[in-house]
């Protein structure tokens, strides 16, 4: 007999899909990129690979680390968009890495209670299911801008749907 998970389980497991589904593709675009490229801006008044990476290790901190996980909130988020170098490509890869891995041992065990909690960051207040949904879409948001700018500096496609032959399937019903 197969035990069907609750939906505070589905929606922690898919949460936790999304988050480590896109390490591979900033990985993708830092395979392509020099050093220099990750911290080019487009215009001064866009940001670089380099200060979104930063970002969103700030914004997953805030808002999943510190406010669900307890860890003292540190953010500086002006500081984030005013770097310009610093980090390597590396250094800034397993930063955001070691950021999610934080996350979802925030996350991993909550219960539904848990997940219904209020939480208050940068002045909303979501339950701790809206901080949640707010980081996966913030990370996947700023990960698509990632790919398009890499896209743009080096003309070529990223092969993040490579490996899969099933895009074009219709659904069953």
């Given at each position: 007999m197969q035990i069907q998970p609750t939906v505070s389980q589905e929606f922690i497991a898919h949460a936790i899909y999304q988050m480590r589904l896109n390490l591979p593709r900033i990985e993708k675009c830092f395979a392509q990129l020099t050093e220099e490229e990750v911290w080019k801006r487009p215009n001064p008044e866009s940001n670089s690979i380099g200060n979104l990476?930063?970002?969103?290790?700030?914004?997953?901190?805030?808002?999943?680390v510190s406010s669900i996980g307890g860890a003292k909130d540190i953010r500086q988020r002006n500081e984030e968009f005013e770097m310009q170098e610093g980090l390597s490509q590396k250094e800034l890869y397993d930063l955001l890495a070691s950021t999610i891995q934080s996350a979802i041992e925030s996350i991993q065990n909550l219960t539904e209670k848990d997940l219904l909690k209020k939480q208050s960051v940068q002045g909303?207040?979501?339950?701790?299911l809206g901080n949640i949904l707010h980081v996966v879409e913030h990370l996947s948001y700023?990960?698509?801008?990632?790919?398009?700018?890499?896209?743009?500096?080096?003309?070529?496609?990223?092969?993040?749907?490579?490996?899969?032959?099933s895009l074009n399937s219709t659904n069953e019903i």
């Open positions: 990476i930063v970002h969103l290790s700030g914004n997953i901190r805030q808002w999943i909303y207040h979501y339950s701790a700023h990960v698509g801008q990632i790919a398009y700018w890499t896209k743009v500096l080096k003309g070529q496609n990223l092969g993040f749907y490579d490996d899969n032959d």
